[in-house]
C-alpha cells in the first residue's frame, strides 16, 4: 500500500469550511425543529448548506484516499482494521455519551433517545455521528469494488456509484447512507486520480477569480434548484435524482472555493487553516453547546431567529474549540477521539 504524509492545503480549507456549514445547519436546524419562528434568509441558508456540507467531508476523505494502492488482501485487512480503530472508537464513545446525556434532558431536546439505542448503535447511527459509520462503510466498499473492477476506469466507478445514489432506496439507515454518499466520497478520488489540481485553469487562473466563480456557481446552481422545487417540475422521483445532482455540482464548486482561498495568504486562508486542524471536534461536539445554549435562551424568553443563531453559532464554534484544546491535552481523553495518535505518541 502506497502510504502518503503530503500536505494538502485546499482539502484542509474545505474540511473548515464544511465543518462551518455544519454547525451554522445544524443551528438554524435545531431552531425549526424546536417550531420557532425562522426567517426566510436562514431558511434559505440553511436549506444551502444542508445540501453540500457532509458531502464536502466524504469528497475530502476520498481526496485523500485516492493515493492508496491496496495490493492484496491482507493489506486490505490491515488498512481496514485502523480505519475500525480510528473510525469506530470515537462512533461509540461519542455516541454513548450523547445518547446518555439526551435521556436525562429529554424533556428539553425535540430529538431524545433511550438509553436502549445504545443497543442499536451497531447498525443505528445517532445524531451526526452518523457520518464516521457511513465513512467506515465507505472504506470497506471501495477498495473491494476497485479490487474486483480493476481494469475500470474510476470514471465509470463514479458513475456506478452515482447511479446507486439516484435509484437505491433502503429503509435501512446503514445502507442509505452508503448508497446516498459515496459518490461523493468516489467524486474526490476521481478528482486526484485525473489531477485535476495540476490542471490550467486551476494553476493559471487569479485565485479570487476562482473564488468569484467558484461562489457565483455556487449560487447559480442552488436558486436553479431551488426554482426547478418549486415549481414541481419533476416527479419526485426525478426531484431526487435533480437532488442528487445538485448535491455534486454544488460540491464541486465549494472544492473550487476551497482551492482558491489555499492560493490566497490572507487572514481567512489562516483562520480556516486553524480551524481545520479542530474540524473533527467541532463536527463531533457542536451540538452539545448549540443544543443546551438553545435550551437556555428558550427558558429565559430569548426566541428572537437572528439572536438564537448568532449566539448558536458562536458558542458552537468555541465551545468546541475549547473542549479540543481540553481534550487534546488529556491523552486518556484525546485516546477517545483520536485514537491512532495517541497510540503513536505512546510508541515514539
Known amino acids: 500500500m502506497k502510504k502518503s504524509t503530503e500536505k494538502i492545503v ?3 480549507i474545505l474540511k473548515a469550511i464544511a465543518c462551518l456549514c455544519v454547525l451554522i445547519g445544524h443551528v438554524i436546524n435545531g431552531m425549526m425543529k424546536d417550531g420557532m419562528d425562522v426567517s426566510e434568509p436562514l431558511r434559505l441558508l440553511n436549506s444551502y448548506v444542508y445540501l453540500f456540507h457532509v458531502p464536502c467531508f466524504f469528497f475530502a476523505s476520498g481526496y485523500l484516499y485516492a493515493n492508496k494502492r491496496l495490493t492484496g488482501w491482507r493489506e486490505y485487512l490491515q488498512f481496514v482494521g485502523k ?9 461509540f464513545a461519542c455516541s454513548i455519551a450523547y445518547i446518555l446525556f439526551s435521556s436525562i434532558i429529554s424533556s428539553e431536546m425535540h430529538t431524545a433517545y433511550a438509553i436502549s439505542a445504545i443497543t442499536e448503535l451497531w447498525r443505528t447511527p445517532v445524531a451526526q455521528y452518523w457520518y464516521l459509520y457511513a465513512l467506515f462503510e465507505m472504506f470497506l466498499l471501495v477498495p473491494v469494488i476497485e479490487r474486483i473492477l480493476p481494469k475500470v476506469d474510476s470514471r465509470w466507478i463514479f458513475l456506478l456509484f452515482v447511479g446507486s445514489a439516484l435509484w437505491i432506496d433502503s429503509s435501512v439507515n446503514s445502507v442509505a447512507y452508503l448508497a446516498s454518499y459515496t459518490c461523493f466520497f468516489y467524486l474526490g478520488v476521481c478528482f486526484r486520480r485525473a489531477d485535476l489540481l495540476n490542471r490550467h485553469y486551476f494553476v493559471s487562473l487569479n485565485p479570487y477569480g476562482l473564488l468569484a466563480a467558484g461562489l457565483s456557481l455556487s449560487m447559480i446552481v442552488y436558486f436553479f434548484y431551488r ?7 419533476f416527479t419526485s ?3 431526487s435524482g435533480l437532488k442528487c445532482i445538485t448535491r455534486l455540482l454544488l460540491v464541486v464548486t465549494i472544492v473550487v472555493t476551497a482551492i482558491a482561498v489555499s492560493k490566497m495568504n490572507n487572514k481567512a486562508n489562516k483562520l480556516l487553516l486553524w480551524l481545520s486542524q479542530f474540524s473533527l471536534y467541532i463536527y463531533l461536539f457542536h451540538t452539545w453547546f448549540t443544543g443546551s445554549l438553545r435550551i437556555l435562551l428558550r427558558k429565559t424568553g430569548i426566541r428572537n431567529d437572528w439572536i438564537q443563531a448568532v449566539c448558536g453559532i458562536a458558542i458552537g464554534l468555541v465551545g468546541s474549540l475549547v473542549a479540543a484544546m481540553a481534550i487534546k491535552r488529556v491523552p486518556l481523553l484525546r485516546i477517545w477521539i483520536e485514537p491512532l495518535q495517541v497510540m503513536k505518541k505512546k510508541e515514539q
Do not use: Q, R
Not at 480505519?83 to 462512533?91: D, E, F, H, N, S
Not at 426554482?227 to 417540475?233: E, P, S, T, Y
Open 10 to 12: 485546499f482539502v484542509d
Open 83 to 91: 480505519k475500525l480503530i480510528t473510525l469506530a472508537v470515537p462512533y
Open 227 to 233: 426554482l426547478m422545487v418549486a415549481g414541481n417540475v
Open 237 to 239: 422521483d426525478l426531484t
